[in-house]
């Protein structure tokens, strides 16, 4: 694969982590590992330029982390697709997840960042899509305090697509982040 540089997408990480800092101080939220732990809901990421940065990140780990990431992954991988899971969330536990924290919390995808708060998107020619946030938030009790998350998808769609048409890809991975790591070529 060729080098590529991360910079914005970096800067676009700071930023949606400043707004969800913004928003979660002002509900009073912060995220302490509670019983809905979205570390154990199965995500799918969609980008081949947030597995890339994930991947730069497991491969600067030491050895040993990286053999302890691994079996995890295909624990995870092998429960999660097995014959009558069929993708369905099992509550598993992240694989980058140790002892309560994610270990590449700095190469964490999108959603992982802002997973948690009550939102809004506004998709192009759609409605309005809001979502409650996390059980633990207790957020139908508080009025909703806006945070919407279309700026940081457009951003990461444009970021996406330069990465697509610099590494000729073409499509949408659909991907946990344990088949990520399990297969970390783009």
Same mark, same amino acid.
Do not use: W
């Given at each position: ?20 800092d ?29 597995? /890339?940065?994930?991947?730069? +990140? ?10 302890e ?15 009558g899971? /069929? +993708? ?11 002892? =309560?924290?994610c ?12 997973? =948690? ?13 809001? =979502?409650? +946030?996390?059980? /633990? ?21 444009a ?5 697509k ?5 073409? =499509?949408r991975?659909?991907?946990?982040? /344990? ?8």
């Open positions: 694969m060729t080098p590529y540089d991360f910079s914005s997408l970096i800067r676009l990480y700071k930023r949606m982590d400043a707004a969800y913004r928003v979660a101080d002002r509900y009073n939220f912060h995220c302490t590992g509670c019983t809905d732990n979205c570390c154990t809901s199965l995500f799918f990421h969609h980008t081949f330029i947030e597995k /890339a940065f994930l991947v730069q +990140g497991f491969l600067q780990m030491d050895p040993i982390r990286k053999q990431v691994r079996t995890r992954a295909t624990d995870y991988v092998n429960q999660t697709f097995a014959d899971h /069929a +993708g369905r969330s099992l509550k598993l536990m992240c694989p980058l997840n140790l002892r =309560g924290r270990i590449l919390y700095p190469f964490r995808p999108m959603i992982c960042r802002l997973h =948690g708060l009550p939102h809004e998107l506004h998709p192009p020619g759609r409605q309005t899509i809001k =979502g409650p +946030g996390c059980d /633990a938030g207790q957020f139908g009790t508080k009025p909703y305090i806006p945070f919407d998350r279309t700026p940081f998808y457009m951003d990461l769609s970021r996406e697509q330069q990465f048409n610099q590494h000729n890809l073409t =499509g991975p659909r991907l946990t982040i /344990a088949q990520m790591l399990l297969n970390p070529k783009i």
